[in-house]
């Protein structure tokens, strides 16, 4: 359960989140993301499909995954922050005032692609599909309340 995640320090210390100091919060986060955004670049690397961007990668041992793996293991590494999210949700008005915030969203929007509200409008939503005609359509729906 989210509200009652437990951390433990290196020191062995268990803690709720909830009951972080607040830069070991960030500091928490911080180091997630981090790592989450270091397997991104490593995809970016393995997408270049040139022969001199292969050589390069191999050459200087340049870590290279691809895209699928890293979205899945990104996908993970969020499913494991979110107790630490959804605190910093409580704290935002105090995490704004420390200066590692910038970092901590700066890797967030790497990672994630986005600054800010994801505009896709439908197209990500599963299609429904008439199997007479093989054909496939977004779902529609009244947005109206």
């Known amino acids: 359960m989210i509200l009652n995640h437990i951390h433990v320090t290196k020191e062995g210390k268990r803690l709720r989140v909830a009951e972080l100091e607040t830069i070991h919060l960030l500091n928490i986060l911080r180091g997630y993301f981090r790592k989450a955004n270091e397997i991104f670049v490593a995809s970016q690397q393995n997408s270049k499909d040139d022969s001199l961007n292969r050589y390069k990668n191999k050459l200087y041992g340049y870590r290279s995954v691809d895209p699928e793996t890293a979205a899945l293991a990104i996908e993970e590494t969020l499913e494991t922050v979110m107790p630490y999210i959804f605190e910093a949700l409580f704290r935002a008005d105090e995490l704004k005032n420390y200066k590692e915030w910038e970092e901590l969203r700066g890797f967030m929007q790497s990672v994630l692609q986005r600054e800010g509200k994801l505009d896709t409008g439908l ?3 599963p299609p429904s599909v008439d199997q ?4 496939v359509y977004p779902i529609e729906f009244d947005d109206t309340d």
Not at 132 to 135: E, L, S, T
């Open 132 to 135: 007479d005609r093989g054909y």
């Open 123 to 125: 197209t990500l939503l």
